[in-house]
């Protein structure tokens, strides 16, 4: 569908008052959750473990993202992300500040684990808010920039937290970008508005053409699971919740030990330049958001857009396994260029709320990213391990293409029941998402 259908007239103040204040809200969950990625050294060295047992510290994380994702989803439906987030930001603030006073890995692991559970909360949540603000027709361009929250701020913090480094240790680092977490906590009380009709700021205009549009295209989805039971065994959920899964194993997995692999292609450069390196590939993430989500909301084509930037990202990321620091300015140009596909992500957050909706929408997001973001553990623990056993960053990279072409080939297989659309054919026929 494409832009032009969008009414000219109608107000844009959900572009304004919604997606800053959520992309930022993003933004600081994504510091805290990978900034450990550049303590990694002096958490080997102050905690006397080894890359392996750091890469379990990172990855636990995700089991307890685990925990409350579906119902996150629930809650952000009966009682609204305002309260919800609000609480989530100052509780873990205090916990991504309690990582810089670790004495052991017990304590990093709780700490980690914790944390993850708070943060399990923010993706359905944040998924039920731009579901309830922004049709199919604007929903991947207001996915994407609310995700651009997570390069953004890669950018911000790779170069700070080396600073930091540099200057202070990591025990700082925590404290320093924990605090930004509290304060924005009360900022999201007083600027968030759960749905178009609590809102103060926003026009009539605006509001109508939000409810109504959300209407009707609830309307089009039919034979839709009728609760959580059913949709956890629905055929469609498990699809994507395997494809999110891989998707996420094969790039956060890369992406979080993104420092290492820097240092092995800058061959021993200090923290400051290796995390200016680092943001480059963020700053690709950033413009294959814009690129990709426009693309998806003109065609509709986000399986299609899904399947080319992760094949494109685990080609690019096989000619890094083998140019390492023997050709530099290539392999930084392949960092750049696998980061591109960062975008399949809001490509693929489009897709559910085309074949869910209501209160099965919120637990189904939230099933699908816990299982998901299962990958987030198995992706830097696996890495970690291959470092250790091979003392190499290329076994890794290897298995990381191939794990990113299975979930090109898995996004392929989800479609939808047939919806009450007059264009769609009568009889059997199944409509598919593109």
């Not at 919120?362 to 973001?373: D, E, L, S």
Request: proline share 4%.
């Amino acid at each position: 569908m494409s832009n032009n259908s969008i009414p000219q007239h109608i107000p844009r103040g959900r572009w304004f008052f919604v997606v800053p204040v959520a992309f930022i809200m993003y933004m600081i969950s994504y510091m805290d959750r990978n900034n450990i990625s550049f303590g990694f050294a002096g958490l080997e060295k102050d905690l006397g473990i080894s890359a392996t047992y750091v890469g379990l510290a990172a990855g636990i994380f995700f089991w307890g993202f685990m925990i409350l994702q579906v119902p996150g989803g629930f809650w952000a439906q009966k009682f609204g992300t305002k309260k919800l987030i609000s609480v989530c930001l100052f509780i873990w603030g205090i916990l991504s500040i309690s990582t810089g006073y670790v004495n052991n890995l017990t304590e990093l692991l709780i700490v980690r684990f914790l944390l993850g559970t708070i943060e399990g909360v923010i993706w359905p949540s944040a998924m039920v808010l731009l579901g309830n603000w922004f049709p199919q027709k604007e929903r991947t361009r207001a996915n994407a920039f609310f995700m651009m929250g997570a390069p953004i701020s890669s950018i911000i913090m790779a170069p700070l937290s080396g600073i930091i480094l540099d200057w202070v240790g990591w025990r700082e680092m925590f404290l320093f970008e924990g605090i930004p977490a509290i304060i924005w906590a009360v900022v999201w009380w007083f600027v968030i508005a759960d749905k178009p009709s609590t809102a103060k700021w926003i026009t009539k205009e605006e509001r109508e053409y939000i409810e109504n549009t959300l209407e009707e295209e609830r309307k089009k989805i039919v034979n839709q699971p009728k609760n959580f039971r059913e949709a956890a065994k629905n055929r469609n959920v498990l699809l994507l919740a395997a494809t999110y899964f891989l998707g996420i194993m094969g790039l956060y997995g890369f992406s979080l030990w993104l420092p290492e692999i820097v240092k092995t292609v800058s061959d021993g450069s200090s923290n400051t330049v290796v995390g200016l390196i680092t943001a480059l590939p963020w700053i690709s993430a950033c413009l294959g958001l814009i690129i990709c989500s426009s693309i998806c909301d003109k065609t509709g084509k986000n399986k299609l857009m899904y399947t080319l930037t992760c094949v494109s990202a685990a080609v690019f990321l096989l000619i890094l396994t083998f140019t390492g620091k023997n050709y530099p300015v290539i392999s930084i140009i392949c960092l750049t260029l696998i980061n591109f596909s960062y975008a399949k992500n809001a490509a693929f957050w489009a897709i559910p709320s085309k074949i869910l909706k209501g209160g099965v929408l919120g637990g189904a997001t939230g099933f699908i990213n816990a299982i998901g973001n299962l990958g987030g553990f198995f992706g830097p623990y696996l890495f970690g391990l291959m470092l250790t056993l091979t003392n190499s960053t290329k076994a890794g990279m290897i298995i990381f293409s191939i794990i990113l072409l299975a979930a090109a080939f898995l996004v392929q297989l989800v479609r939808t029941s047939k919806e009450t659309d007059p264009k769609l054919k009568s009889g059997t026929e199944e409509f598919k998402v593109s």
